[in-house]
């Protein structure tokens, strides 16, 4: 017998290498001997037998084998009050992270790609933030105004070092649909003694100070976990349903159509059936400008996926179009002539910063905290996504406070709210960027076209900026085809996809957008409540334990049922899961218990009327024959408990094993569920053990008074075979009591 622990392997070959002739694992001269290594080497896995031999390990003996002891829990708020030199330059650089990398930037390596990768940024930026402004209905300007300030200060607080932030159409259609909105009544901009142009960039300015302020706020306080609640399917459907909104909002600019102006519920559905009825009313050289221009856009496009390999920066197809569109709309004046609208005067330098409008913090609060999430969903998803593929680590609550102070401080100078744009980020990455200095280098050149060439735009057809804008959608829309996939991979997924895409649709992003988070988490209270259950049966020779219904060759262990859920038990599913026990156990217990409980009851009153019978007998006997009276009456006197003896069915296993391995907690509904598993099953005379559970559920288990004289912790097994095995052998040589019998 092997002493405790012990662990022999016996191996059936010692070197099969060296008997084939080849190196024997110390020479890794060519591929093709490191490749037959590996296949060798896998085989002899295969063929290796392990065997251990240990004692039974219950979860008392475990404890004192292990020499188990509670965790010292550390309190982190002890290390708030600490101050130090180090202390406060560590929360320095963990505020304003640029104080931490760009000292220690190396400039020979990375200055070169980060200059290229700005300004191959920036001349996207330039047409994107025009266009994206038109999107938000604000004039092109406050593009360009929100493309210069939140990028400069996320250069000095963000982490990612990839994204790029800046206008983003998502972002700029749920803008403009607040925008619109309010302004749609006449009232609302006397209100605020201005125009309609006027009142829209004070609701997108204040809507912005309002986003970031929720931001920055919930990322002081560690609410960066909010984003794992927006599934991928989630926000991929939300965009791809946003893409479809923003191509409906720019139908009117592709056909230069005047559009009543809709919001709430079914918006998108009004706007397409006006697009529809006043078709003709369709200006032809304004649909004919934005085909030219989308069909050129497209071509370059195609050319930049083609010859990727051989540019060294790829061809700026959307700036080159801007300006032979400016160039041919100011030559032919397409405006005069046929009636194309243009962007108008744009004013050059820049304005000093203004107070948001308090008296619309209460209008604008529901919309600023759903932009303020989708924005950071949108930011902090594609920064996970750089940085998995840098090997770099992304702080989700500093990227919150960082995308939160950009729009703060971008409100004061009458920028709309931003996030991060996947097109520019693709290319500030493929592009050589390394660092957020390729942020500032594309703010710098932004700036430069605010000071001085901004006014160059003003002979700009609005069906350019329409093209561009749609044309720019091709990404979101290509994610259409996640329908398939999930159709394929996971068909919940695919029900979440398309519950988000309808209700964004119909319900508007808002709306949509509360409405698919809670559908997602109501489908993840139902997957809990509706988990797997199965009864698990041993994979022969192996300490293994599979579902039998799955693995045919798994078989149930004679005498002994052993039960797992694919769920912790909580109090939604307790119930749930003491059901599915019974029946998967093939044992009505209740009515078996039930019976018991009658037949106990008709004996005892049977015992009565006994008694009752014998006292009224009125013999008188002496002696011995009293004696054995006496003696009778006592044994008479024994109502009989076993199942066996009331003439009851009893259960073709004598042991029940509950695998809680998938517990990661439990609350006081799972306690008292399983103490009363314990209770039922013991009545019916089968004793119940518990398997694989971890120690802080133990420590749980013991916290909520689980754990009394009956129920003790050598009831709680290391795993399911400990378990299996000690019910076996105890069956067979230990006292026949329920009780006693599960005592070691």
């Not at 479809?244 to 559905?269: E, R, T, W």
């Not at 802080?696 to 095995?725: C, M, N, R």
């Amino acid at each position: 017998m092997a002493s405790w622990g012990e662990l022999s392997e016996k191996r059936h070959a010692s070197c099969p290498l060296r008997a084939m002739g080849l190196p024997d694992g110390s020479d890794h001269g060519t591929q093709q001997t490191q490749a037959l290594l590996s296949a060798v080497q896998e085989m002899e896995l295969q063929r290796r037998d392990y065997h251990v031999e240990r004692p039974l390990v219950n979860q008392e003996q475990l404890e004192d084998l292990g020499h188990w002891g509670p965790v010292q829990k550390a309190y982190q708020w002890r290390t708030w009050f600490r101050c130090s030199r180090s202390r406060a330059y560590s929360l320095l650089v963990q505020h304003v992270p640029v104080l931490g990398w760009l000292p220690r930037y190396p400039v020979r390596e990375w200055l070169l790609g980060d200059l290229l990768s700005g300004l191959s940024v920036a001349i996207m930026q330039l047409p994107q933030g025009l266009a994206y402004a038109l999107l938000a209905g604000l004039p092109p300007m406050f593009g360009l105004y929100s493309s210069f300030y939140p990028v400069f200060v996320y250069f000095l607080f963000g982490t990612s070092r990839h994204i790029s932030v800046g206008t983003f159409a998502v972002m700029s259609v749920m803008v403009g649909g607040v925008t619109e909105s309010l302004t749609a009544d006449e009232a609302f901009a006397q209100g605020l003694n201005a125009t309609t142009d006027d009142a829209r960039v004070q609701v997108a300015y204040t809507l912005s100070f309002l986003v970031g302020l929720f931001q920055v706020g919930l990322g002081l306080v560690h609410f960066g976990f909010v984003v794992t609640y927006l599934s991928e399917p989630l926000v991929r459907s939300y965009t791809t349903a946003a893409s479809v909104q923003v191509l409906v909002s720019q139908l009117k600019y592709v056909f230069g159509i005047k559009l009543n102006s809709y919001s709430g519920p079914l918006s998108v559905i009004y706007t397409v059936l006006e697009v529809c009825a006043k078709l003709p009313e369709t200006v032809p050289g304004t649909v004919i400008t934005a085909i030219v221009a989308g069909v050129a856009l497209v071509l370059v496009k195609l050319l930049n996926e083609k010859l990727q390999k051989r540019l060294p920066l790829p061809i700026p197809g959307e700036l080159l179009t801007l300006i032979g569109a400016t160039a041919i709309s100011y030559g032919v004046k397409l405006n005069d002539r046929f009636k194309v609208e243009v962007v108008g005067n744009i004013t050059t330098g820049l304005i000093p910063p203004v107070a948001p409008k308090t008296e619309l913090f209460a209008t604008l609060v529901g919309n600023a905290f759903a932009i303020a999430v989708v924005g950071f969903a949108i930011a902090i998803s594609l920064g996970k996504i750089f940085a998995l593929r840098h090997g770099y680590r992304v702080d989700s609550n500093q990227e919150l406070v960082a995308l939160g102070l950009s729009n703060l401080i971008g409100g004061f100078f009458q920028c709309f709210p931003v996030s991060c744009s996947m097109s520019r980020s693709l290319v500030q990455e493929s592009t050589g960027g390394n660092t957020q200095v390729a942020g500032a280098v594309s703010s710098l050149f932004i700036l430069l076209i605010i000071l001085k060439l901004g006014e160059l735009f003003r002979d700009l057809p609005k069906a350019v900026l329409a093209a561009v804008i749609i044309v720019n959608l091709k990404g979101m829309m290509k994610q259409f085809a996640d329908i398939c996939s999930l159709w394929k991979a996971n068909r919940v997924d695919l029900l979440i996809w398309l519950v988000t895409f309808v209700a964004t649709i119909l319900l508007n992003l808002d709306i949509g957008l509360a409405v698919s988070i809670v559908f997602s988490l109501l489908l993840v209270v139902i997957r809990m409540q509706l988990p797997h259950y199965s009864i698990l049966g041993q994979v022969p020779d192996t300490d293994i334990y599979r579902d039998v219904a799955e693995y045919s060759g798994a078989k149930e262990v004679p005498g002994v049922k052993v039960f797992r859920s694919s769920a912790t038990m909580y109090f939604a599913n307790a119930e749930l899961y003491s059901d599915s026990l019974k029946e998967k156990c093939g044992v009505d217990v209740d009515r078996l218990i039930t019976q018991k409980k009658k037949r106990i009851k008709k004996q005892e009153m049977k015992m009565k009327r006994m008694k009752k019978a014998k006292k009224s007998q009125k013999q008188v006997h002496q002696g011995e024959e009293l004696e054995d009276v006496v003696a009778n009456n006592q044994e008479d006197a024994k109502v009989p408990t076993s199942l066996k003896s009331l003439g009851l069915p009893q259960p073709s296993f004598h042991s029940l094993i509950l695998d809680l391995s998938t517990l990661s907690f439990v609350d006081t509904v799972c306690i008292k569920s399983l103490k009363n598993i314990f209770r039922d099953f013991r009545e019916i005379e089968v004793d119940v053990y518990i398997a694989a559970c971890y120690s802080p559920v133990v420590t749980q288990l013991e916290a909520g008074h689980f754990f009394d004289e009956s129920i003790t912790k050598q009831h709680v097994f290391a795993s399911v075979h400990d378990a299996v095995t000690f019910a076996l052998s105890h069956r067979k040589s230990g006292p026949k009591s329920p009780v006693l019998a599960t005592k070691l």
